[in-house]
Structure formats: structure tokens, C-alpha cells
């Protein structure tokens, strides 16, 4: 079964980068033609789609955060990895990682890391 | 950008009602188009993938059907775990996220 899991700073401060890691078990990012992606849910709001990544480390992001965002990919750790910088109040919220975008849905997610930045 | 707006945000129902959801997306997205059950504290559960899919295992009471830029989630007859923020996603052009349809207790 195909298990995903986010890890990282849960408390970030103004003007610094948040950073996220996603560690996939179960399967191997390596195979299969799935991509990834990073979803964010401010607390009490609606879903964002962040980016996302397939094997070949080509991301493609979401056009609202294209400027502050990279995702990378680890095949060797089976991990992919957020990080969003200058971060404000309004990055606030829980990260997921999930398996899934173009012309794939998002089957498998994470169970959500809560990051909130606040000095 | 794709924008997709659902309708209504709050739904107020009874155990065995007959429910429908809408979702209209801002263009033809081919139907790539899911839709995804949240409970509070968890994340979002696939229930339904290009329009009308159900995933396996999910309860055949969950329905999807539409066309081209409109679409809906219907569910038969509610049942007590049914309770829970519903949201449509179109996956035709990058992805996007309805704003959410919360469905509460009448």
C-alpha cells in the first residue's frame, strides 16, 4: 500500500523559507509514470494545488506561487521536496504531499503538515 | 488559469436525502474531473475521478455525471458518514480546487 509522509518546520518565520519533505513508501517514485504534488489548505479554507513533479525532476507549478516555489525530487531517498520562500502569514497552512496531477487525480495523499509562520 | 466555482458552499440535509453538487469549471476540461470527500483533521478521500469513475470501494451511492464544463456529484441516499466538506477538481489543465460544498445535519 502506497504510503505517503510529510516532514519538516512546523514554525517558520516572515521573510524565511518554508521547507517541506514528502517520503514515499510502498513504491517506488522511480517507477510508474505517476507524478507528485504539493497541496496547501490554509486553516478553515479550500485546497490550492502547489506543483508538481515527475521522476525526471521537470516541475511545473502553480502560476500564483511560480516565483517563490521549487519542488525536487530525490529517487534515491523516494522523496520529493517543497520549499516556498519569503513566507508570510498567508503560507499558513497544512502541506500535503499527494500522487497524482495532469490528467491524473490525486489518489494518495499524505496525512498534512501544519506549518504556520509567525515571528 | 482554470477556475472552477461549486455550488452551493453549505448544504443542509437529512439522513436518506437524495443531494447534488455542482461544480462549473471556467472552461472545457474534457472531463477531468474529480471529486474528493474531506473529514475534519484529515485529507482530502478521492470518491469519484474523470467525471463519473468511482474509485474502488468507495459506496455506490456517490454518483458523478456532466459534460464539458458542468458537473455534478449526487448522493442517493445520505447516510450519517456522508457529513463532510465535498470539492471538485479539474486535472485537464494543471489542477485546481472548488472552493468546497460543506454538507451539514439539517
Known amino acids: 500500500q502506497l504510503q505517503l509522509q510529510e516532514s519538516g518546520s512546523g514554525l517558520v518565520k516572515p521573510s524565511q523559507a518554508l521547507s517541506l519533505t514528502c517520503t514515499v513508501s510502498?513504491?517506488?517514485?522511480?517507477?510508474?509514470?505517476?507524478?507528485w504534488s504539493w497541496i496547501r489548505q490554509p486553516p478553515g479554507k479550500g485546497l490550492e494545488w502547489i506543483g508538481y513533479?515527475?521522476?525526471?525532476?521537470?516541475?511545473h507549478y502553480n502560476s500564483s506561487l511560480k516565483s517563490r516555489v521549487t519542488i525536487s525530487v530525490d529517487t534515491s531517498k523516494n522523496q520529493i521536496s517543497l520549499k516556498l520562500s519569503s513566507a508570510t502569514a498567508a503560507d499558513t497552512a497544512v502541506y500535503y504531499c499527494?500522487?497524482?496531477?495532469?490528467?491524473?487525480?490525486?489518489?494518495?495523499w499524505g496525512q498534512g503538515a501544519l506549518v504556520t509562520v509567525s515571528s | 488559469d482554470i477556475q472552477m466555482t461549486q455550488s452551493p458552499s453549505t448544504l443542509s440535509a437529512s439522513v436518506g436525502d437524495r443531494v447534488t453538487i455542482t461544480c462549473r469549471a471556467s472552461?472545457?476540461?474534457?472531463?477531468?474531473l474529480a471529486w474528493y470527500q474531506q473529514k475534519p483533521g484529515k485529507a482530502p478521500n478521492l470518491l469519484i475521478y474523470?467525471?463519473?469513475n468511482l474509485k474502488s470501494g468507495v459506496p455506490s451511492r456517490f454518483s458523478g455525471s456532466g459534460s464539458g464544463t458542468e458537473f455534478t456529484l449526487t448522493i442517493s441516499s445520505l447516510q450519517p458518514d456522508d457529513f463532510a466538506i465535498y470539492f471538485c477538481?479539474?486535472?485537464?489543465?494543471?489542477?485546481?480546487f472548488g472552493q468546497g460544498t460543506r454538507l451539514e445535519i439539517k
Open positions: 510502498g513504491d517506488s517514485i522511480s517507477s510508474g509514470g505517476h507524478s
Open positions: 474523470k467525471t463519473s
Open positions: 513533479i515527475y521522476r525526471s525532476g521537470s516541475a
Open positions: 477538481q479539474q486535472y485537464n489543465s494543471y489542477n485546481s
Open positions: 499527494a500522487r497524482g496531477s495532469y490528467l491524473d487525480p490525486f489518489e494518495y
Open positions: 472552461q472545457n476540461i474534457n472531463n477531468w
